[in-house]
């Protein structure tokens, strides 16, 4: 993936009602001015929820739990997801979308 930032920014540009804003300084999508998808360290991040997260984290080598602050707190909802799995992105922002807004 030649720019992993354009590739979100045209993800969320494609989900109805998503916009582009920023989540603790760092891009994100964001519907009704609630954040459901970000980017950070050139991956994209999904609010998935705990119970999502124990399955995509084993299916998706690489994957973290979003710690934005780099001092161990991890966002236990959130997973960092690799742009190496960025054919799975729409798939996993939709799972996000669903997670947040039914």
């Known amino acids: 993936m030649s720019n992993p930032l ?3 920014e045209k993800l969320v540009s494609s989900i109805p009602n ?5 989540l603790f300084g760092k ?6 001015k ?10 994209m991040v999904f609010k998935v929820g ?3 997260n124990e399955a995509l984290l084993k299916k998706y080598k690489g994957s973290q739990l979003f710690d934005p602050s780099g001092k161990g707190r ?3 909802d959130w997973l ?3 742009s190496s799995y960025s054919k799975d992105w ?13």
Do not use: H
């Open 80 to 82: 960092q997801v690799p």
């Open 27 to 32: 891009p994100c999508g964001k519907i009704d």
């Open 74 to 76: 991890p966002m236990k």
């Open 50 to 52: 705990r119970t999502a």
């Open 34 to 43: 609630k954040a459901f998808v970000a980017f950070f360290e050139e991956e």
């Open 90 to 102: 729409k798939k996993l922002a939709e799972l996000a979308r669903e997670f947040c807004f039914g």
């Open 6 to 8: 354009a590739s979100f």
């Open 18 to 22: 998503a916009e582009l804003g920023n």
